[in-house]
């Protein structure tokens, strides 16, 4: 998860002229051209569209086409080269911008937003050593043991999910695949290896769709009001939740945090209970957007062209290349943000001290210098892609989230053959989490 807060303000033509530039900075006399910061402005505008939403990936282009490291206009940069971003996300001189960055900027009050002060407590916006004690403690979080035992519950989910999707296509002819399955199945996988109650997903899948507004790159104050209301709800909740496995332990994963946290501040009640809610809340919630955009994506990819699927049906060793293409082809987050530990030299442009850099996953890995063709979705490419970050921060759902989707689309293809879209995918209105909020099938 990312958040970055700026107005991106208006004027300008939008005009990508270069200029030259001679830079006196810590790291040397560097010359060269820069890119106006307004240029970016018509770009970004155009990303927030309905016909940015459904089409990315010309707006990628023309970022990449202003330069690996393109200027912001509100200051910081973005990163649009996939040698550059992966340089940003697995080096160690780009940080999270944790409390200590947010407390040097001169304006601090907007990053003292309640909803934005409850995501930087998480792993994602944690450094060093705090986001490697809490790493270590998680250890692999879902290793290879962890998914076996888990996949005959992910297999008897997506069996019951795809028998509602049935019912609903045999009734009514067409059903919202995203609603029906894909939103459900992360949740429920979560939920059930939480020992969360059923009962209570719909709750949590409502404030997360809400609370996502404050990691936006340019929330509105109405959006982040939303946040709030959100992220009181789910402190709420978490702490509740909390509280009841503490009175009532198991041999769940949950109560298995507890003690260990517990014997971690045998003292300190109050900063384990922290502890406890940072970690639960943030390994949920992240756990269920992106995941469940990955499996619209997928069917969304897969069944639009019948040859397509038909030829993953008769080949069905090509699931995970299916997977991955559809991760680089339009990965579910869209932008993610680091800040710079030293003044240091990314792609040419030098970028000081504690400037951010948003970096841009899916120009990233549309860059054709690293996948040739990048704008043809080919199950067989083998390509790369930066969809789950790189370092530290690697993403620690990378292995559940496969998981869930190479069992979805093997009984899908399998039980639809003849599955198609009825329409094409709806999607909030977003920069940085991607949502598709409706796919309409059929057979």
């Not at 080096?91 to 947010?102: N, T």
């Not at 709030?228 to 945090?257: K, N």
């Not at 699931?319 to 792609?347: C, W």
Request: hydrophobic share 40%; aromatic share 8%.
């Amino acid at each position: 998860m990312t958040e970055v807060r700026g107005g991106v303000g208006s004027g300008g033509n939008g005009s990508a002229q270069p200029s030259e530039e001679l830079r006196v900075t810590a790291v040397g006399v560097i010359r060269g051209t820069t890119t106006d910061r307004r240029a970016v402005i018509p770009l970004l505008r155009r990303l927030r569209s309905a016909e940015g939403q459904a089409d990315p990936l010309p707006v990628w282009q023309e970022l990449r086409a202003l330069g690996d490291v393109v200027p912001a206009p509100w200051g910081g940069y973005f990163v649009t080269g996939f040698d550059a971003c992966s340089q940003v996300l697995r080096g160690r001189d780009w940080l999270a911008p944790d409390f200590a960055w947010q407390e040097r900027q001169a304006d601090t009050a907007r990053w003292r937003d309640p909803s934005t002060r409850e995501m930087t407590r998480t792993l994602s916006r944690l450094n060093a050593p705090a986001h490697t004690v809490q790493r270590r403690a998680l250890g692999n979080l879902f290793d290879r043991g962890t998914l076996e035992a888990l996949r005959p519950r992910i297999t008897a989910h997506v069996t019951r999910l795809l028998d509602r999707l049935d019912a609903r296509l045999r009734a009514h002819g067409e059903a919202d695949f995203a609603t029906t399955v894909s939103d459900r199945l992360p949740i429920r996988t979560v939920g059930q290896w939480l020992g969360i109650p059923a009962g209570h997903y719909p709750r949590i899948l409502d404030f997360t769709h809400r609370q996502v507004h404050a990691q936006e790159l340019l929330p509105t104050k109405s959006e982040l009001a939303i946040s709030a209301r959100a992220t009181r709800e789910m402190r709420a909740y978490f702490t509740a939740l909390l509280a009841h496995r503490r009175a009532h332990p198991g041999d769940d994963v949950l109560s298995g945090w507890i003690r260990y946290w517990d014997a971690q501040y045998p003292a300190d009640r109050t900063t384990a209970d922290q502890t406890l809610y940072d970690l639960t809340m943030f390994i949920t919630i992240a756990s269920l957007e992106t995941t469940a955009t990955l499996l619209s994506n997928a069917v969304w990819f897969l069944t639009q062209d019948p040859a397509r699927a038909d030829r993953l049906r008769r080949h069905p060793e090509h699931v995970d290349d299916a997977i991955e293409e559809s991760l680089r082809y339009d990965p579910p987050i869209h932008l993610n943000s680091r800040v710079a530990a030293a003044d240091t030299v990314l792609a040419g442009v030098p970028v000081a001290k504690d400037a951010t850099v948003h970096v841009l996953y899916g120009a990233a890995n549309h860059d054709p210098r690293r996948n040739e063709n990048p704008h043809v979705f080919d199950m067989l490419r083998r390509g790369g892609h930066l969809t789950f970050g790189g370092g530290a921060h690697y993403c620690l759902g990378s292995g559940l989230a496969r998981l869930e989707a190479r069992i979805l689309l093997t009984e899908l293809l399998e039980r639809f053959p003849t599955l198609r879209p009825a329409a094409g995918p709806t999607y909030a209105n977003r920069m940085v989490f991607r949502r598709v909020t409706s796919l309409k099938v059929t057979t």
